[in-house]
């Protein structure tokens, strides 16, 4: 899974890194303007969100996001405690609210949490579930109908995120950006080869024809 984090101060950021490195990939963003840039990119599963920030403010940020239909859980990061500040980061689509300075594995549960409710494929929080196909996280098992299926490399990645996805067109570029990086020095070429690597095994229990090609412009999961 893979976690926006916006916060100007870049000793904390680097700190909320490694926080969630463990149990996340991380991108960040040191303004409000750059933070919606990236967060347009919808590869994130959710976003750490700073208020005070130079340019945009946490709350524009949010105001802007949600503005743009773009849903992605957000927890407010903040060291503004008020009851008014609050319920002002709720109101503008805020989906949790942690105060600075906060405990690691408070920060972990709050963030497993509202990814935990925007996504209603889990029948537990590890263990993603289509039909009989079931992936579990922890261990990066897939099987269906008693049997397991051997994935290499990111294909597990990819049909997480397909799964995570569903009924939604996702690019080739929102794909490689989610799982390999903005950073990476390959190409995009290389999710032709995951994507049809991915399709052979899922042919072998029938799940093949849920994963669909739509010409020139990516993939989509559907019924």
């Known amino acids: 899974m893979k976690i926006l984090i916006i916060e100007d101060d870049k000793i904390l950021s680097r700190t909320i890194e490694q926080c969630v490195k463990n149990n996340y990939d991380?991108?960040?963003?040191?303004?409000?303007?750059?933070?919606?840039?990236?967060?347009?990119?919808?590869?994130?599963?959710?976003?750490?969100?700073?208020?005070?920030?130079?340019?945009?403010?946490?709350?524009?940020?949010?105001q802007?996001?949600?503005?743009n239909k773009i849903f992605t859980p957000v927890l407010i990061l903040t060291a503004k405690d008020a009851i008014e500040d609050k319920v002002r980061g709720f109101r503008v689509g805020?989906?949790?609210?942690?105060?600075?300075?906060?405990?690691?594995?408070?920060?972990?549960?709050r963030l497993e949490a509202i990814i935990?409710?925007?996504?209603?494929?889990?029948?537990?929080?590890?263990?993603?579930?289509?039909?009989?196909?079931?992936?579990?996280?922890?261990?990066?098992?897939?099987?269906?109908?008693?049997?397991?299926?051997?994935?290499?490399?990111?294909?597990f990645d990819v049909l997480e995120y397909l799964l995570n996805s569903q009924n939604t067109i996702i690019t080739k570029e929102q794909i490689f950006d989610k799982i390999w990086g903005f950073n990476s020095e390959t190409s995009t070429n290389v999710i032709e080869v995951y994507a049809s690597g991915l399709r052979k095994e899922l042919k072998k229990i029938g799940y093949d024809q849920y994963f669909k090609t739509v010409r020139g412009v990516g993939y989509i999961w559907s019924e």
């Open 26 to 62: 991380t991108d960040c963003a040191y303004d409000g303007e750059e933070g919606i840039l990236y967060a347009k990119q919808g590869i994130y599963d959710a976003i750490l969100l700073d208020i005070m920030m130079p340019i945009m403010d946490g709350y524009e940020v949010l």
């Open 64 to 67: 802007e996001l949600r503005k």
């Open 94 to 109: 805020a989906d949790d609210y942690l105060v600075k300075p906060f405990n690691r594995q408070e920060l972990l549960a």
């Open 116 to 155: 935990r409710r925007t996504k209603g494929n889990y029948t537990n929080e590890n263990i993603l579930q289509f039909k009989e196909l079931e992936l579990d996280l922890n261990s990066r098992k897939v099987t269906a109908n008693g049997k397991e299926l051997v994935l290499q490399g990111k294909q």
